[in-house]
């Protein structure tokens, strides 16, 4: 029996099954198709200069709202996202490609993390090495500005994607949870002065450090599975834990959360990081 055309069509959108990554000639190939929805992120001035065509930007403040006047990138309320993610044009049948416009990755990161924990984690991906890798394949680019036809979503969030200080507390120096501090290991190690941002130098009791550039390479490709299992294990993370990451106001530590996730670990983000757990007295902090 023939499956009917557009279950065919469906499948060909769907995420290739065992990556969360699209390479440029994946792109290349799907570049038309009716419901990809394709985000270049990091600055304006960026995009404005050169994109790949049909894509449009996205400021990863717009789907972010930062809690108690504190300078975190946590999850934003869902109808805040549902109207950001409409503007783009995104619909819950959307197949969204993430890329960044230069080398900085953790943003499409930190917006991969928001499109899962909205429901769209298997039609969601990001460009494997972003725009620098389409560009090294010659592939075309323009400064032309799509006309984008606003979609209609609605957020459903995920539970497991994200935890708050209660979880980590509750979790601290417990059997079956690492947590992992994803920062430069100069905060880890608390070598920095205090401040009102940061009043408590140092890094969540237990946890271990993972920096998050280390999860790519030299052309910021994320590194294969062997290697972050390696790195993981090279930290003391056991297998089989849940992962916990942390950064200072959670974005640097979505690409840990995604390398544990790849490397075959369940993985959460403390969305609040260290900028909330600093500032909580009631909760300790350690020093090397």
Same mark, same amino acid.
């Given at each position: 029996?023939?499956?009917?055309?557009?279950?065919?069509?469906?499948? %060909?959108?769907?995420?290739?099954?065992? !990556?969360?990554?699209?390479?440029?000639?994946?792109?290349?190939?799907?570049? +038309?198709?009716?419901?990809?929805?394709?985000?270049?992120?990091?600055?304006?001035?960026?995009?404005? *200069?050169?994109?790949?065509?049909?894509?449009?930007?996205?400021?990863?403040?717009?789907? $972010?709202?930062?809690?108690? !006047?504190?300078?975190?990138?946590?999850?934003?309320?869902?109808?805040?996202?549902?109207?950001?993610?409409?503007? +783009?044009?995104?619909?819950?049948?959307?197949?969204?490609?993430?890329?960044?416009?230069?080398?900085?990755?953790?943003?499409?990161?930190?917006?991969?993390?928001?499109?899962?924990? %909205?429901?769209?984690?298997?039609?969601? *991906?990001?460009? !494997? /090495?972003?725009?620098?890798?389409?560009?090294?394949?010659?592939?075309?680019?323009?400064?032309?500005?799509?006309?984008?036809?606003?979609?209609?979503?609605?957020?459903?969030?995920?539970?497991?994607?994200?935890?708050?200080?209660?979880?980590? %507390? &509750?979790?601290? /120096?417990?059997?079956?949870?690492?947590?992992?501090?994803?920062?430069?290991?100069?905060?880890?190690? /608390?070598?920095?002065?205090?401040?009102?941002?940061?009043?408590?130098?140092?890094?969540?009791? /237990?946890?271990?450090?993972?920096?998050?550039?280390?999860?790519?390479?030299?052309?910021?490709? $994320?590194? !294969?599975?062997? &290697?972050?299992?390696?790195?993981?294990?090279?930290?003391?993370?056991?297998?089989?834990?849940?992962?916990?990451?942390?950064? +200072?106001?959670?974005?640097?530590?979505?690409?840990?959360?995604?390398? %544990?996730?790849?490397?075959?670990?369940?993985?959460?983000?403390?969305?609040?990081?260290?900028?909330?757990?600093?500032?909580? $007295?009631?909760?300790?902090?350690?020093?090397?």
């Amino acid at each position: 029996m023939i499956a009917p055309l557009a279950v065919l069509l469906a499948l %060909a959108l769907q995420r290739p099954s065992d !990556s969360t990554f699209v390479t440029p000639a994946w792109l290349a190939q799907h570049l +038309h198709d009716p419901t990809l929805v394709l985000l270049q992120i990091g600055t304006r001035a960026n995009y404005d *200069s050169t994109h790949i065509p049909g894509a449009q930007f996205l400021d990863v403040q717009d789907i $972010v709202t930062p809690r108690n !006047s504190r300078p975190m990138f946590e999850l934003p309320y869902p109808d805040v996202l549902d109207s950001a993610l409409a503007r +783009h044009g995104i619909s819950n049948d959307s197949r969204v490609v993430l890329y960044w416009g230069n080398d900085w990755v953790t943003p499409t990161t930190r917006a991969y993390l928001t499109l899962d924990w %909205a429901g769209m984690g298997e039609r969601t *991906s990001i460009l !494997s /090495g972003g725009l620098p890798a389409w560009r090294a394949e010659g592939r075309p680019v323009t400064t032309e500005v799509p006309t984008v036809v606003r979609g209609s979503f609605v957020t459903r969030p995920q539970v497991g994607v994200v935890v708050g200080a209660d979880y980590v %507390a &509750a979790h601290l /120096g417990r059997r079956g949870v690492t947590l992992v501090d994803a920062r430069d290991p100069k905060f880890y190690r /608390g070598d920095y002065p205090a401040s009102v941002r940061d009043p408590r130098p140092g890094h969540i009791p /237990g946890a271990v450090s993972v920096p998050y550039d280390s999860i790519v390479n030299d052309s910021n490709v $994320v590194k !294969s599975v062997a &290697a972050l299992r390696a790195l993981f294990a090279a930290a003391h993370v056991p297998a089989g834990d849940t992962v916990v990451a942390y950064c +200072h106001v959670g974005q640097q530590a979505t690409l840990v959360w995604l390398g %544990a996730r790849l490397a075959g670990y369940e993985a959460r983000l403390y969305d609040g990081s260290y900028t909330e757990w600093g500032t909580l $007295v009631q909760y300790p902090v350690e020093r090397p």
